[in-house]
């Protein structure tokens, strides 16, 4: 039931009354967009605001100044342009960014709405915790003493890994970055944020294909696709603006739009040919299109020879999904897939979308690789309307992991090892040793001591039973005690019920964000809770990255609300507490004690990532690009003319070297058609060069404007003496150079040409042709220079030397490489099928059944023996989970929000007509959803054909009642959302990616009954 309390002033005595006053004023869509009004559905936001836009008089518009600042919102990854207009400091009225190529002056409902964050009365105003079973208020300096103060204890008794730091994609680059070295500088890998639960399986499937794991092209180049093939993704709901780009391929090529998935989604409503696939059985369905590729000779089989690795073994594969055997494990005719494989032949470039239901998977990581392979085997790979276009969830979760909030690497995708610390404690001008002190050390099975700094930290997706497990079960001395859900909502993870459990059994529960989460209310402690307001990203500024790879900055809008302070502030406060703040910040300016100012951080980020290029992305040129996105051309998104003329919009990474360099970003990865120094790619040689006696390199084939036409190895310093390269090193890349391998006191004089003339003195040091005997001056590098730098690769020059040379002769500074098809380093080096742990084709389970249990990511983790137990009986139907267009994420945020929470009430779940005429169900009554672990729901049902029989579908944006109990009066006072309903993912069940720990959301099985 919607209900708002009142602050005492009057109101209408309905808020549909809005609805009901569509009449009476005639609106257009700017008007409407400015007054933040309603915004129903995906592209269109129609309705009318009843009277919130008033016509100004000349004196009062004299009055008062209205100031109009871009900002991005802040739901999901397309990074729509907010243009906010502010008045007396407050946020009066919107418009989306019309000169924006990404939104093109479009809002869906959420983006439309944004500005009532900013006013936000669902905010959480004040720090609390709860004492005696009550929420209390105090004061931010009493909130962090007190944590500060128990955190510390735990350290004392348990380790640094006792304390659990996970982040958010809600934070901006800058906060990312600075998190995961807050993480550091306390000492644990226990860190993490929801891209473990959304992509994870996606980064580490694609990277280990083609070298980086991130969508390939863009939202706008799919304007150049000739055709469209969706499998897991629903961006009419997930992404509503994102659908004009699909839709104008659509028109404007005539491309045909396939959409696969398990129901039919509003994105299916769009397409010319729709596969309705068993939850599940991805593999089987790509393979099963593969067959018929392979059958009718339809691959490109040029491409694959040049820069593809291990295409036969997925041949002898394939080889096994007949038409009749994908049909059996997929449900889908093999006619229809005989019909796709011809439409994508047909039509190429073609480009494959996916999102979350493709990935939340026991076998995420093989859905992903195999989809890689499909657009591989069609040649669609590093080409404009290709590639892999994979649509990242929140606002930055693109940014946040390239920033390392990940318990398995650290910012930059360095990973863990020595070599990796070692890089990073240079760019923090820390000391090594005391860095790695701040870690636990444990004995090793050989009973060597190890320091847990190179060990992979539990992932969120496992945090409780970090809490949970016996810790003689783990890779870490004790249990996790005190957990900090920094911009996290609970409700978006799995196995609810052994949650509620974790978080009554941990010492102390921290919850850091604009809203109390359902974090606050599903568990039934009494005290140990303390809550912290965070400001909006509304409220400060900083650089996104959208789910292209391109930055974009976002300017405050209006000062933090209520005492809540910007996420990089309360980082300051807690690192101020606990003694480290003078390091963590020792190259960062501060704005105050605490603060850390955002621009000089983001240049701290330029200084050490250089694996995927942040290194260009400066404050100054993101900002000049938001200051010019008119420039910008809607579908390249290359500026014509202006001050960022030949600049890709936001740089997308990586942008190359340098800002000195002024490198455009890269719009299309693995793009071979342009010179690399304009925004070409090769694939990355990321994997050795040569695997059983076989080349690993490209074959003849390389970018536009290289000097080395063949395939090559990553570049080091030692590569560049192999070409005769190294002298076009600058005299200062090569004392930088030298430094990172101890020479100290390089002189960056000594031996310059000291008769004043130009250009007689090469940048090495060497004597040049033209110089007398004696004329050069001493040369400041010793005889042993080349042989100690010789190993300093393009990753770990400081200087960024080694990529600029490398581009200047028309390379790439990764290599280049084959793409490859198998990665003998997974569990399943070629993917393959198998069945969800939790199925109800016990046939199937028989021929393709899931791992042996296993432990990684320090905890024991089950397969085969939950597998083995047949659940198909009490539990027949399978229990499938979704977005939709209204709300986001765990929906805290959304639905709390007025204008959305009108939208949708009810928490629902989608039944197949016959399955609810045999249950005995009926459309709008209430039903119980009851998963095979024991968790249930009580939940609206939906008869629809939307879904399959055999299959539901629950949407997983909903918290605030657990099993059937209604937990409003357990939230702060004013600060329970409007709309509260039943989480999904209480029913939800265990199930783990084979990789990366990702949960299994989309297959497990349910039992449903009349209410």
Known sequence: MLRKKTNGVARRPQRTSVLSRVGESTVDRRAFLRGSGLAIGGLAAVGATGGTVTRATAQSAAQTAVETIKSVCTHCSVGCTVIAEVENGVWTGQEPGWDSPFNLGAHC????????????????????????????????????????????????????????????????????????????????????????????????????????????????DIHNSKAIFIIGGNPAEAHPVSLQHLLKAKEQNNAPLIVCDPRFTRTAAHADEFVRLRPGSDVALVWGILWHLFENGWEDKEFIRTRVWGMDQIRDEVKKWTPEETERVTGVPGSQLKRVARTLANNRPGTVIWCMGGTQHTTGNNNTRAYCILQLALGNMGTAGGGTNIFRGHDNVQGATDLGVLSHTLPGYYGLSDGAWAHWARVWGEDLDWLKGQFATVKGEGGEDQNLCTLTGIPVSRWID??????????????????????????????????????????????????????????????????????????????????????????QVVQPLFESKPDHEIIGLFANKFGFADRLFRNIEMDDANTPNVESTLREINKGMWTIGYTGQTPERLKMHMENQQTFDRTTLQAVGGPADGDYYGLPWPCWGTAEINHPGTPNLYDMSK??????????????????????????????????????????????????????????????????????????????????????????????????????????????????????????????????????????????????????????????????????????????????????????????????NDFSEEYPIILTSGRLVEYEGGGDETRSNPWLAELQQDMFVEINTRDANNLGVRDGTQVWVEGPEGGKVKVMAMVTNRVGAGVAFMPFHFGGHFEGVDLRDKYPDGADPYVLGESTNVAQTYGYDSVTQMQETKATLCKIWAA
Not at 113 to 132: C, N, Q, T
Not at 162 to 182: D, I, M, P, T
Not at 478 to 495: C, D, E, F, I, Y
Not at 528 to 545: C, D, H, I, K, M
Request: proline letters at 5%; one cysteine or more.
């Open 109 to 220: 409902a959420k983006g439309a709405s944004v500005r009532e964050h900013a006013h936000g009365e669902r905010r959480l105003k004040y720090p609390m915790k709860k004492v005696g079973g009550e929420w209390t208020r105090i004061s931010w300096e009493d909130a962090i003493n007190e944590i500060g103060d128990q955190m510390n204890v735990i350290r004392e008794e348990s380790g640094p890994d006792s304390v659990y730091w996970l982040g958010s994609a809600k934070h901006s680059n800058e906060q990312a970055y600075l998190f995961r070295k807050f993480a550091a500088y306390w000492g644990t890998n226990n860190v993490d944020h929801q891209a473990r639960i959304c992509h994870s399986t996606t980064v580490a499937g694609v990277a280990n294909t083609w070298g980086y794991g991130a969508m390939t092209n863009s939202y706008n």
């Open 466 to 555: 970090g809490v949970l497990e016996d810790p003689a079960n783990t890779d870490q001395p004790n249990p996790v005690r005190a957990m900090v859900l920094w911009g996290h909502a609970p409700n978006s993870q799995t196995r609810m019920k052994e949650m509620k459990t974790a978080m009554e059994k941990l010492d102390m529960l921290v919850v850091i964000d604009p809203y109390p989460t359902v974090s606050a209310v599903m568990n039934d402690r009494t005290d140990g809770v303390y809550l912290l307001p965070a400001a909006t990203q509304f409220e400060t500024r900083g650089s996104v990255t959208a789910s292209n790879r391109s930055l974009q900055w976002r300017e």
């Open 675 to 868: 010179p690399v120094a304009e925004g070409g790619l090769t694939f990355r040689a990321r994997f050795g060069v040569e695997r059983d006696g076989e080349n690993l390199l490209a074959e003849g084939v390389y970018s536009v404007g290289s000097e080395i036409q063949d395939g090559y190895p990553e570049f080091t310093y030692q590569m560049l003496m192999d070409l005769g390269w190294d002298g076009d090193l600058t005299r200062e890349e090569k004392i930088v150079m030298g430094g990172i391998v101890g020479f100290e006191g390089l002189d960056a004089t000594v031996g310059e040409s000291d008769d004043g003339d130009d250009g007689t003195t090469s940048p090495s040091g060497d004597q040049a042709s033209n110089e007398e005997v004696g004329e050069q001056s001493m040369s400041p590098f010793p005889s042993d220079y080349d042989e100690k730098v010789a190993a300093i690769n393009w990753k770990t020059d400081l200087s960024g030397g080694i990529q600029r040379v490398a581009i200047a002769h028309g390379c790439a500074p990764f290599g280049n490489a084959k793409a490859r098809a198998v990665v003998w380093t997974f569990p399943d080096p070629v993917p393959v099928h198998r069945e969800p742990l939790y199925s109800n084709r016990r046939d199937l389970v028989a021929d393709y059944p899931t791992y042996e249990d296993r432990k990684f990511y320090r905890l024991p983790t089950m397969y085969e023996s939950i597998q083995k």
